[in-house]
Structures are given as structure tokens and as C-alpha cells.
């Protein structure tokens, strides 16, 4: 069933990725490069490019949503919620979560 909703989000992010992002909520920049094009955290599905991972919404905290992209993508540089970045100790507190 799991791997049934993976793939629907996954395909929905697919026809919607413009869309996504355009209306990005959050944006988290990675040290390095992405494994993966997507990832999906609890309710939030982020789209990663060369440059950036952006999800269009999420329903917690933005220094929660940090911590969870983190243990996905490893260390960030940046991380931004609704066009605000976290502050210098909030990111490094993100970072302690990288996987």
C-alpha cells in the first residue's frame, strides 16, 4: 500500500512540477548534489533540481520540515519557509540531523 501512494505522489509531482515549483513553500538547498529527483517526508513531497529541493506545503514547523529533507539529502547550506531563511544556529541544529 506504501509503495502504491509513493508512486501516485510521485507521479502527480511529475505532471505537476512547474506548478510546484512556483508556489514552493520550502526551499532547501543541499551541500551536495541530490541522489534522487524527489523525495517524499511524512505529508510533503519535495522536487529536487541541480541547485535546490522545493515542496509546496507541509503542516509543521519549518525547522521540523529542515530536519526531515535532511535525513534525505544530507547537509544543507540553506533552508528557506515561505521566503524566510533560518537563521545561522537553526540550520546548524537541521544539519545535527543529516543523515
Known amino acids: 500500500m506504501r509503495s502504491l501512494v509513493t508512486a501516485a ?3 502527480t509531482a ?3 512540477s512547474p506548478a510546484i515549483a512556483s508556489a514552493a513553500q520550502y526551499r532547501a538547498v543541499p551541500a551536495a548534489q541530490p541522489e534522487r529527483t ?3 517526508t511524512r ?3 519535495w522536487k529536487c533540481t541541480d541547485d535546490a529541493c522545493v515542496a ?3 503542516r509543521s ?5 529542515c530536519e526531515r529533507i535532511v535525513k534525505h ?3 544543507l547550506t540553506e533552508f528557506t519557509a515561505e ?3 533560518l537563521d545561522a544556529k537553526a540550520l546548524a541544529k537541521c544539519n545535527a540531523r543529516a543523515r
Open 14 to 16: 511529475l505532471l505537476a
Open 38 to 40: 524527489s523525495y517524499v
Open 61 to 65: 514547523r519549518p525547522e521540523v520540515m
Open 73 to 75: 539529502v544530507g547537509k
Open 43 to 45: 505529508d510533503t513531497l
Open 9 to 11: 505522489l510521485t507521479a
Open 83 to 85: 521566503g524566510s531563511p
Open 56 to 58: 509546496g506545503s507541509g
